[in-house]
């Protein structure tokens, strides 16, 4: 049996199956794909995720690309504890969670950690070295993002907007966990795993708004997390890029 | 008890529609109105506070995610399964059924809004239009039909959407070509997922999907269209056949 993990460093969608890998606790082979050089658009990465994107899981010779299939994936195969509550219902909890943090949390925080981080990534590069990096590019919306994030093209408005959305985020699982302990019911799950890979550290990044007086329920869950083994042993993986960011908002390829 | 809340057999309210036909499953429907708003009515809320169709209640409990009901149903009544039998399979129904709530859905819904909302609101003063829309819970849905109503979509974005929707064609093509369904040689959620964003397609814009350029989609949708389950969740239509061909109402709802 062979596993196969590429995956970028311990942060954002990267961080979301690292986190499952090692709750599970099994045995894979991590193969660091490093974003600031590019490799997730080189020509060996496109053989195994057409996409240029990572993380992509590699199982017995069968590729699973998408942080979110990979986790439902990785659940359903191996052993280790159970990442999905024990209810139908409470897995549809969990579900509207993972979605949510796919189509509204990940992409705010997405953008704005490209505004940040991507223009001391091809700061060195001429113009031209630039664009032939950018037309290895499988998506064209990978493309634009790659473009208008080196360009710092984002108006504020847009900025403001994504940070809105972020802050709507936190707020919506502040609601949930003073509810209930973990974001999909009793249980820790897959929906923590993956708020958690956007969350953490957003109290340094943005603590205007996540700071103990705005979501208490946060910070606690915050801080449970962080102290889960699993976690802990997420964060050991390599990381190369410490220092370009101060967690939360990364950029995934 | 299974109720479900939902609008035409169209996008979302399709996804639910089908899955419930194709298992089988007996269940109360409700039907809320788009174009009356109903979405947005302080009873609707209650149930979903997102102001969005489709909405399932089993025993008391609400479901709301098309994606997420039609795995949830599946996952409670699995006499007719709607997934794939191997994980791998089930992996592959979810990229699918991803890439739809994602990408395809809204490039498909952005360019149904912007045909259709402006006949919605053709009867609304611009008092009675900011009523309306005072009572819609998410800022972004607010946006969108604001933006859709005057028109305002920029013709790049509209361009963009359309592009997508081509694209979006040309993933199907590509793996109809090495397998009868999206997710490999079962009929899934993943096909489930896709044909209510992709039956319009071939008369709405027939330079992406077309018996020339796209065989296997046009195939493809035959073998849909011929299934009791989706003819049945079809026959839920209660508006007239000419509304029925605008592509926008599909789009309006859940994003």
């Not at chain 2, 399979?89 to 395809?104: L, P, S």
């Not at chain 2, 609101?121 to 859709?148: S, Y």
């Not at chain 2, 397998?179 to 814009?205: E, H, K, Q, V």
Request: overall charge negative.
């Amino acid at each position: 049996m062979s596993v196969d993990l590429y995956h970028a460093e311990p942060a954002a969608n990267s961080l979301k199956v690292l986190l499952a890998f090692k709750e599970k606790g099994f045995e894979f082979t991590s193969h660091l794909v490093r974003l600031n050089k590019f490799e997730q658009h080189e020509p060996w990465f496109l053989k195994i995720n057409p996409n240029g994107q990572v993380p992509a899981l590699v199982h017995d010779g069968n590729v699973i690309t998408e942080s979110t299939v990979i986790n439902e994936y990785v659940d359903e195969v191996f052993e280790g504890p159970p990442l999905k509550p024990d209810t139908a219902l409470g897995r549809a909890h969990m579900r509207i969670w993972t979605k949510f943090v796919d189509e509204y949390f990940c992409p705010a925080l997405s953008f704005l950690g490209w505004h940040r981080i991507i223009k001391g990534f091809v700061k060195d590069l001429s113009p031209e070295e630039f664009e032939a990096y950018v037309a290895r590019i499988p998506l064209k919306e990978q493309q634009d993002k790659w473009r208008e994030s080196a360009k710092q093209v984002w108006p504020q408005e847009q900025l403001d907007d994504w940070t809105r959305k972020c802050e709507v985020s936190i707020q919506r699982m502040e609601k949930q966990l003073a509810e209930t302990e973990w974001l999909a019911g009793p249980t820790f799950s897959l929906a923590d795993i993956s708020c958690f890979a956007m969350a953490f550290g957003m109290d340094k990044m943005y603590p205007e708004f996540v700071n103990e007086k705005a979501c208490p329920h946060v910070m606690d869950w915050h801080a449970r997390m962080r102290a889960r083994p699993g976690t802990n042993a997420a964060f050991e993986m390599p990381d190369h890029l410490k220092g370009a960011t101060t967690g939360g908002a990364r950029a995934r390829g | 008890m299974l109720e479900l809340f939902h609008y035409e057999p169209t996008a979302n309210s399709a996804k639910p529609l089908i899955c419930l036909k194709e298992k089988g499953l007996d269940f109360v429907s409700h039907y809320v109105d788009l174009h009356n708003f109903e979405q947005h009515s302080p009873e609707f809320v209650k149930l979903n506070p997102n102001g969005q169709v489709p909405a399932l209640k089993h025993d008391g409990a609400i479901i709301t995610e098309s994606t997420v009901i039609n795995e949830y149903l599946d996952e409670v009544f699995p006499e007719v399964p709607l997934k794939p039998s191997t994980a791998l399979g089930r992996a592959h129904m979810r990229i699918w059924t991803k890439f739809v709530d994602e990408y395809f859905c809204p490039a498909l819904s952005l360019i149904g809004w912007h045909n259709m909302i402006k006949d919605v609101v053709a009867n609304l003063t611009d008092e009675e239009f900011e009523a309306k829309i005072a009572r819609i819970p998410l800022k972004e849905q607010q946006d969108k039909w604001r933006l859709a109503a005057r028109q305002a979509h920029p013709k790049e974005q509209l361009d963009d959407a359309r592009r997508k929707c081509g694209e979006s064609v040309k993933r199907m093509e590509n793996t109809l070509s090495q397998s009868d369904w999206l997710a490999g040689d079962a009929y899934s959620l993943a096909d489930i997922a896709c044909f209510p964003m992709a039956s319009g397609i071939p008369r709405l814009m027939p330079e992406f999907m077309s018996e020339k350029d796209t065989p296997r989609c046009m195939d493809w949708l035959a073998r849909m269209n011929a299934r009791p389950g989706v003819q049945a969740a079809l026959a839920l239509s209660r508006r007239a056949p000419n509304i029925r061909k605008e592509p926008a109402k599909a789009a309006s709802q859940e994003t």
